[in-house]
């Protein structure tokens, strides 16, 4: 019996390797299971190797290993590569006769040619969804109602049918006892959202009451706008795909000076060509929410691959100085609390917030409790009075008031309305007064204490007691908190303080939240861009690095390796 | 226009004519109040209009990018009327893939086009539409590329509103303006300015003898007829293309209604209760 | 074109035909070798032709800067052949603005554009020459805007050599190539191509049944008779529009004595002496 | 007698302020001053106010004063502005009757009207110049020699007439001897340059055998790609004016991926649209030179003004991870030798070099000692050897040899190269490997320990005996070090360490050059961005700011006047 396991499917573009994780997630989260699923895919349509590793565990689910418990091999093709990442021990199946002769002795012969006929044989995924439930020891009928559910559309036919291949899969497992890796039940089942980060930012911004999305496709970014998409028409969202991410975000900047709740989304290079215009959101004080899904640079990268490389780049985007505030999600439930609270400090503050996601969070699916909407979020702090009986130009920029100054939504009342790009004076007019524009300047940057006290401290996990305090941001969260659960299971000494909001934050509490142990922080970069933001900005050296930049994230058998490698002299 | 001590064109710039008649043509012929339309510019002199307009909601943007700006104000708020002034180097060198899509998007806004064929603000370099041989300090053999025309681009790229005019004929300018802003859909006004700063070849009298009326037989909604015009080496003024569209505001399934995002969003609710159905 | 192992794009796509054919024009027809030659892609499924060639000097640049790129190479080094070949999205959406100024720069560089109406690589939005209507995962309502034509604009923008071919048509679409490459200024090759994995409609058959070539009277010095062909609904294939022109490298100050900047850079030397008469 | 003047020249844009600003500089240089001409001018073709600061030193000209000593107002519609920023006790003129009442007592008269004739009043700054020299116990001589070289060409005619206009200046100001602010005679009389930044940097390219450039006009970066092309015939340069700073950039990379020496210049907002461009040169290792000419920002900021606010964009910009250098010449002098290293740096180790130079170090025009070609940076790097008899792919990213692999030019010999823009192999294809990957990501940031060993280290002036040291970088070098000596004259404990290239450095080095005293960054910008680059890259913490951010360039009295509140107690 076992608390948590991890199972990998793996096949080529276009097989369906993540359709079928995604019903085994949502299978077990429907069990009371906690559910991580990763995925692994090429840049191409069709052919390559893809894999998705599930996480399957009666607490929650934050992290997979490298290696996986049982595999499933939907092409034969991919064995080598599965060879590469599995370790010795893995139940791995596939049909023998079509692996290569070097490669037989590792698998374990599922003959689907013969098990299955020509008909059945595309509903190969489904067959091993139901050998996972045999080998798991789990029900079946819970599969067979979401077969009901996904395909009753199609007709009663293809429900029989896919029920058909689920069962011949469960009843050729049931009798493999010795393969048989036996699951813990769940305390209790709980409901339970099953979400990828992309959808939870996708939803968090609708439950914040977004209006208009414009992006250009970017893998891993479009998930996003394909969220928001299918949801338009239902929540009322202008969702446009435009020529280029400069029109994207000058989109997004019109409509939201107009009014709108407008955001954008995009991985690396899209955001490094929307830079000028975030400079633009900055000094017109337009509030913008920009959401990075990033993925490894430089350039093009590794487009379907994840990073946390991009994080200075959106400390630092666009020309001269303003404020701006950069949320940092570790899993689902924080992006959809991200995806809200993005609105929130935008308008509030009249600001660029930058949602810095990766294809990580943003592709992986995550179960997490119920999550909850934020009706605070949705204040508008909008200038809804005329100020005067006839229209009249009025200080959008004025510094009456600190540096956030009403705004009035041009055509809605007399208050004519100048939104400008140049240093202005209080009427968004251009002026090269001296005096007038530090004061300007003050405006924008004064920002930045206000919006600090409206960030959330990082998350401490057992740091007062220990002598060492691993340090992570974003979708790092799970697997470092994973590994320090188990460092401190085997008696060592180490603490864990998690940043899912980055910047602004007050300096003092940043020290003080990181105290004095020994830091060591993880990060997915190769030049450790989080350390030196603590040190830039907040004065905090960090003593150790983890870095890890190839594409993937920390496995959490990794990852606790290589700490306690440092933890233990 | 607001008192000259506070605009930084030029003595006798060509923008003067232009700002003057875009205020007589809302204010008295479309007896518009400012709170129903929005000024658009991106960076350059023309793109100063929405600054020196006596009193109008104004978006200023970024050099090159007052299409998208301008796209984005008339989702969110379909209900203003958009008006966008830029320049030639704005709008189809910087911007020049915007104008392509902006056309081709047909979102209900308005496009005067300042065609001076330099870049005035940044002191008389070659704009997109400068002809061949013209010498610049950074062109001094004369420039070689073909020029640009905003009229056969337009076409090309799909446009139902097309028109040009001259500032050098206030007139048929305000005409022009009245059409364009009265036209349903993208409309396209290319407005061939004088730059007496940096332009000096083509000045009002270069304008008056050199271009002309397109002939009364000229049938607007005939494409054929309309890019035969556009590709005359005579420079021809008027309405090339005129047929009525859809705009994209009203075929959008979210805008259909009529009701517009902004206000959508003034009467925004969401709770608990609701994210089920959301999830 | 490299064993299928390393190539990625999906079975029965149609940049196969395109590269054999790319790679058989030069070889065969043109006699090139690979020395000779530099093949620059954007980002996209057809951008990735410098990848799969045998062999070849290349550039792999920027989603949308494939054109930019190959300018400055051919700058740089106007004695290699510099073609490009890449998508409709990165050439007309991403890329538009750099289309049109290279159209108009007139450098020597021939330009292949792979016109399959979607975004291939990421997963079948609709480019800007997809047709109205066309359903996506974005566009569920159906495409609205009007789609772009690369011949159109290229027209618009003063190309002077423009064609169309189609890779259903494998031996024109060898014609055209040919052609293309021995024209003497900037050259565009507007291929159809198909994309069995996102658009199911325009297939190979489709093509075949939808296009034709031009009349044998068409006469490819017309500029007039090029517009109507390219703005005639019915597709035509063949070459739109063929005049003896300039090219920039060869009316460049600089250039024009045919020595390359960089072999100018490898002779380069500067010592004190020279430095009075820099400053 | 004085060792030192500073000398203003105001009127409408359009009006010739800055050449005459130039004639005087070249004349007090050519004279064996020291000489520095800082423009502040409006964003306007005509009109407006603009002026010209002129220190004229018998030692070297590093800053000028917010007022000056002697002013001469060309258009009468200025001098409000003038006496804005003019202290008492400047002799300033001006011609009363066409100035208003109010302002009439606070200018000396020149009866312009009645000593010029209607053709002659358009030589009002010759005329003015002439008066300065006569002010300044000047001979009049050199100035007819100046006068005959600039008119020259025009016919003596036009030369006799000048030559009338500037002696009848001479003639009215000789007589005010009470107003006589002789200068004493510099030791002895060297040859000189007298250039502004931005023509440095391009004379530095032309001398380090740049052949391509290509731009998109911005002030005030504009004037680099003016003087290269001016010269760009008689030196065989390509020099195009893009559609865009993206097509600029572009355009760049793929000539020096040919094997061009090549370049490009903008200002912020233009730099900001290069961002994913730069990411491009990063991992595919095409050496690029990248001017920034800042102007204040965000956005449209105030286009013809300085600052130094873009320090944070170009040390991050771009997406993913690479290494980059970047140089903040102090003055021009630097500046030509920026505009030779920069190149160097690019090509050896084939990454993107940064000259970040603003309008104040740009616009001005400063006397140097004569400059120096540096053969040294003439140096390509490339590999000119076929590898193999017959055409084929070769290695463009090897790993042999470290990170910095053999560059070949395509079609130079049988090594076919392939230039890209992913994770690649060394062979230049597509790589989704994990270990690859990481190699490759080695690769590109193991060059910042070697660039490091190339770059400078910073100047420093009386550090050891000093308790307060000030820390300043790029432009504000003359006016820091001015105040640091102002401030040691009267017994201050002070010295100056000066950066003019601030990454990447060791960071030992900088650390030692700092010392132990308290640090006081002097910068142009609101944030502090080179104390913070101090901090995050060099573990530097410096104790005190002094920033300056409307548009203008530290004055050295005023900074002396801040630094001296600060340092005495
Ligand atoms: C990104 C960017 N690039 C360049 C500039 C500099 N710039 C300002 S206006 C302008 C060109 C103006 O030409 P045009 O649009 O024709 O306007 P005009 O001044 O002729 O009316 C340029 C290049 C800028 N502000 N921003
Ligand atoms: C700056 C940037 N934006 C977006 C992308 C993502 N992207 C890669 S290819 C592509 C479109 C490809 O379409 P097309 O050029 O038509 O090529 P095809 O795949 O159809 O051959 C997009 C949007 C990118 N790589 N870079
Ligand atoms: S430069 Fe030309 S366009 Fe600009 S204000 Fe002066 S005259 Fe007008
Ligand atoms: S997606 Fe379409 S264009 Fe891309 S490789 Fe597949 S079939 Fe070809
Ligand atoms: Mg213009
Ligand atoms: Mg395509």
């Known amino acids: 019996m076992a608390n948590s396991l991890v199972v990998r499917f793996s096949g080529e573009q276009g097989q369906g390797v993540q359709s079928v994780a995604a019903i085994t997630a949502q299978y077990f989260a429907g069990r009371g299971y906690g559910v991580l699923a990763v995925n692994d895919y090429a840049s191409r349509i069709a052919g390559g190797y893809s894999y998705s590793q599930i996480r399957v565990s009666t607490g929650p689910a934050r992290s997979v290993t490298k290696g996986a418990d049982i595999a499933f091999a939907i092409s034969p093709a991919g064995i080598a590569s599965d060879l590469d990442t599995l370790q010795k021990g893995t139940a791995l199946f596939a049909e023998a006769a079509k692996v290569k002769a070097e490669h037989r002795p590792a698998v374990i012969n599922v003959p689907l040619s013969e098990l299955l006929d020509a008909q059945e044989r595309r509903g190969i995924n489904t067959f091993y969804v139901g050998m996972l439930l045999a080998l798991t020891n789990q029900p079946l009928d819970p599969l067979v109602e979401m077969l009901e559910k996904r395909f009753g559309k199609k007709g009663g036919d293809v429900v029989a049918a896919n029920v058909v291949i689920a069962r011949k899969g469960y009843d050729f497992a049931k009798p493999m006892t010795d393969l048989h890796q036996d699951l813990d039940v769940p305390r209790e089942v709980l409901p339970t959202v099953v979400k990828t980060g992309s959808q939870a930012i996708a939803l968090g911004a609708i439950a914040a009451g977004v209006t208009f999305h414009a992006g250009y496709p970017m893998a891993p970014s479009t998930a996003v706008m394909n969220t928001l998409a299918g949801l338009s028409k239902r929540y009322g969202i202008v969702v446009e795909q435009a020529e280029d991410e400069i029109a994207a975000i000058n989109l997004a900047i019109g409509a939201s000076s107009a009014g709108a709740r407008a955001m954008t989304a995009t991985s690396g290079g899209g955001l490094a060509l929307m830079s000028e215009a975030i400079s633009l959101a900055g000094v017109a004080e337009t509030p913008l929410v920009i959401v990075n899904v990033q993925r490894p640079g430089p350039a093009t990268g590794l487009p379907t691959k994840t990073a946390q490389g991009d994080l200075h780049m959106v400390q630092y985007i666009g020309h001269g100085e303003f404020t701006r505030a950069i949320l940092t999600p570790g899993n689902a439930a924080e992006a959809f609390v991200a995806g809200q609270k993005a609105f929130y ?225 | 226009m607001k008192d000259l001590g506070s605009v930084t064109w030029c003595p006798g710039c060509g923008n003067f004519p232009i700002i003057k008649t875009a205020e007589a043509v809302l204010a008295e012929d479309l007896a518009l109040s400012p709170r129903d339309y929005i000024v658009v510019g991106g960076i350059g002199q023309a793109a100063k209009l929405p600054h020196y307009m006596t009193a109008c909601n104004g978006f200023s943007g970024l050099h090159g990018r007052a299409l998208p700006s301008a796209t984005g104000i008339k989702l969110a708020n379909h209900k203003l009327e958009v008006l966008v002034f830029s320049g030639d180097g704005d709008l189809l060198a910087e911007g020049g893939n915007h104008f392509l899509h902006a056309v081709r998007r047909n979102v209900g806004i308005n496009l005067f086009l300042h065609d001076n064929q330099v870049y005035g603000l940044t002191k008389g370099q070659a704009s997109p539409t400068a002809w061949q041989g013209m010498t610049t300090t950074i062109n001094y053999g004369g420039v070689t590329s073909t020029p640009l025309d905003a009229m056969q681009l337009a076409l090309a790229a799909g446009a139902k509103f097309a028109a040009r005019t001259t500032m050098a004929d206030m007139g ?108």
């Open chain 2, 172 to 279: 048929h300018m305000r005409e022009m303006m009245v059409e364009a802003i009265s036209y349903d859909g993208f409309s396209l006004v290319q407005i061939l300015q004088t730059c007496p700063s940096f332009n000096k070849l083509r000045n009002i009298k270069w304008y008056r003898e050199n271009t002309s009326l397109l002939p009364e037989s000229h049938d607007e909604t005939d494409r054929d007829a309309a890019l035969r015009a556009a590709f005359d080496p005579a420079i021809k003024l008027g309405i090339f293309y005129r047929v009525p569209g859809v705009p994209y505001e009203k075929s959008h399934p979210v805008l259909q209604s009529g009701e517009t995002l902004v206000q959508r969003g003034l009467d925004f609710k969401f709770t608990n209760e609701d994210l089920p159905d959301l999830l």
């Open chain 1, 345 to 569: 400090l935008a308008e509030k503050y009249q600001i660029p917030v930058f949602i810095l996601s990766d294809q990580h969070l943003g592709d992986s699916l995550w179960s997490s409790d119920p999550w909850k909407v934020h009706p605070e979020y949705q204040e508008r702090f909008l200038k809804l009075e005329s100020t005067s009986a006839e229209p009249a130009v009025y200080p959008r920029y004025s510094l009456q008031e600190g540096c956030i100054s009403p705004r009035a939504i041009p055509g809605f009342t007399n208050d004519l309305t100048l939104t400008d790009s140049h240093t202005h004076d209080e009427f968004g007019h251009i002026t090269e007064d001296p005096v007038l524009s530090a004061a300007m300047v003050h405006k924008l940057i004064d920002k930045r204490g206000l919006v600090a006290s409206d960030m959330s401290l990082p998350e401490r996990f057992a740091v007062e007691d220990s002598t060492t305090v691993l340090v992570s941001f974003g979708s790092c969260r799970g697997v470092v908190r994973d590994a320090c659960e188990a460092l401190r299971a085997t008696g060592l000494s180490v603490g864990h303080v998690h940043f899912s909001e980055v910047y602004p934050l007050p300096e003092v509490a940043v020290r003080e939240a990181l105290g004095e142990a020994r830091l060591i922080t993880i990060e997915c970069n190769a030049t450790g861009q989080f350390a030196r933001l603590l040190r830039g900005e907040y004065g905090v050296k960090a003593d150790e690095h983890v870095l890890k930049y190839n594409g993937r994230p920390f496995y959490v058998d990794e990852l606790t390796a290589e700490l306690r490698g440092r933890l233990t002299p």
